[in-house]
């Protein structure tokens, strides 16, 4: 019997002794890649306490308070549209650099501002950077990721847009004190210094090994994949798997090779769009629904104008006011931590319909909470820690789900063909809805009251709770080639995903079988 175990184990594939170090090699490297998703998460967070004193100090009404506000993310589209295919260009590595120069000039333009018109053309320069961070950062980590941690890592950059934006609400506290026409200036001018260590860090990032086997950079590639897998075993997996997505034989071992002719910018729009296979309408229809939906939740709302928030709870001074967001800050930041650790345990399905389910009763509740303060005489305080509570538990929920879940989906359910130019899709609804969400709460807000905006933005997570579990497949443990199975029968996919473990289990019988009547042959 000893032998027959040895002569098993000797099927088995042998355990690399550096597999750990190769892990923390693929998350220093999504790390670092994410670092650019500051961008963002600092501008929200910033903008959210210097609007007080831009208002102030510049004097403009609430509709330029909204195109300020919100404007950002319709500029950031031309940098969404852009990074695509300036990443298939010259690599995930430069666009990454190009994001950070941009957002250093905005920065310090916004910084510099001496009426409305310069300050605009400062969120103009912004908004390009963050759209080309947003759309760089996830794609570079899905593609390093190993899949035994690809939801962890491809989480990363959700992590650090909730780091930035608690950055934003410490900075905000932090220059409050200084005069009404410094404090916006000093908030907003700061920003340049995450853009300054964003282009430092790409320094020591290596390149996407799925752009280099792109390029026909085999060798490059292969060296890559063996620092981010677990195991050689894996890294020549991985390689063969993209090898087949890029079109390259795999008996092609060669250092640099020839890569087949890929379809044309305008054959992968109609791959996606004008004539798309079912499991392409699939993808597209999930993929892009979830960048809708995510922010369609008023996230952005609730975290931008979260002064306003707290001030129509019963809170009054702007320091107190401020206080709070920072409170609310370090809640989403935590809970965004947590999500990290359980996306590869949990799943995304079960963590995005807790999220999203949570999110709706959350916003039903504050909105109950500002109806009662709304229609009270007094300073009703359980109304108002109601409100408070209800605010941190809508974005702590937002932060476990919708938050990173987005970014994860959103970039693994691509084949690679199509994915840089999928997710670019996927980032400009993004942008869009969450521009529409910002620059149009004022005007909710005065049109049906605080509390009903709240009300229609519960309806709208309601709605999504449903999408999601009547449409979107498991995609947790699975390769991103394998993926692409699942997709193709919309509202069936359950069963789909019953033959695919059905068909697996078969052959992971059969190769136990095989292993079985070896090992006994080798015993006698």
Request: glycine share 8%; proline share 4%.
């Amino acid at each position: 019997m000893e032998d027959k175990n040895q002569a098993l184990a000797d099927f088995d594939p042998p355990k690399s002794k550096t597999s750990r170090k190769k892990n923390k090699y693929a998350i220093a490297s999504s790390f670092l890649a994410s670092l650019s998703s500051i961008l963002l998460g600092y501008d929200i967070g910033v903008m959210s306490g210097a609007i007080i004193y831009i208002k102030k100090d510049l004097h403009i009404n609430d509709v330029q308070v909204e195109i300020l506000v919100g404007i950002l993310n319709l500029y950031s589209l031309i940098g969404s549209a852009a990074a695509g295919r300036t990443s298939d260009w010259i690599g995930r590595r430069n666009t990454m650099v190009v994001a950070a120069v941009i957002f250093f000039v905005g920065a310090l333009l916004m910084g510099f501002s001496t009426n409305y018109a310069f300050l605009m053309f400062g969120r103009f320069v912004a908004g390009v950077g963050v759209g080309y961070a947003l759309v760089i950062a996830p794609v570079y980590t899905v593609e390093v990721s190993p899949e035994s941690c690809r939801g962890f890592l491809t989480s990363f950059p959700e992590v650090f847009i909730n780091g930035g934006i608690l950055l934003g609400y410490v900075s905000n506290v932090a220059f409050s004190k200084l005069p009404t026409h410094l404090s916006w200036r000093f908030m907003l001018g700061i920003g340049a210094i995450p853009s300054v260590l964003l282009g430092l860090s790409v320094l020591a990032m290596p390149e996407s090994p799925r752009w280099l086997v792109m390029k026909g950079r085999l060798h490059d590639a292969r060296t890559v994949l063996k620092k981010t897998s677990e195991s050689p075993e894996e890294a020549e997996s991985r390689l063969r798997d993209i090898k087949e997505a890029a079109g390259i034989p795999e008996h092609c071992n060669d250092d640099v090779v020839q890569v087949p002719k890929r379809p044309k910018g305008n054959n992968v729009w109609k791959e996606l769009f004008l004539s798309p296979t079912p499991s392409i309408k699939h993808i597209v229809l999930t993929g892009i629904g979830i960048h809708f939906f995510q922010q369609a939740s008023g996230i952005d709302s609730v975290v931008l104008y979260s002064p306003t928030i707290f001030e129509r709870a019963g809170i009054k001074s702007d320091h107190d006011r401020l206080l709070a967001t920072v409170a609310m800050g370090c809640v989403k930041t935590l809970f965004i931590l947590v999500a990290t650790f359980f996306l590869d345990k949990v799943g995304r399905r079960p963590l995005l319909l807790t999220s999203f389910g949570g999110m709706t009763i959350s916003l039903l509740l504050l909105s109950a909470g500002l109806t009662v303060i709304d229609h009270s005489n007094g300073n009703l305080r359980w109304a108002v820690a109601l409100c408070v509570t209800m605010v941190s538990v809508y974005v702590a929920l937002f932060s476990i789900g919708a938050g990173p879940i987005a970014w994860v989906y959103g970039s693994e359910v691509f084949p690679l063909r199509l994915r840089a130019t999928g997710f670019s899709v996927g980032v400009t609804i993004n942008r869009v809805t969450s521009g529409l969400i910002s620059m149009t709460f004022l005007s909710l807000e005065k049109a049906i009251s605080i509390e009903g905006a709240f009300f229609f933005y519960a309806g709208i997570t309601g709605m999504a709770w449903l999408f999601f579990f009547t449409l979107m497949p498991e995609t947790q443990g699975k390769t991103l080639e394998e993926t692409d199975a699942l997709f193709g029968t919309f509202f069936k996919w359950r069963s789909t995903a019953r033959e695919l473990k059905a068909k697996k289990m078969s052959e992971m019988n059969n190769t136990a079988q095989i292993q079985m009547a070896t090992a006994d042959a080798v015993a006698s």
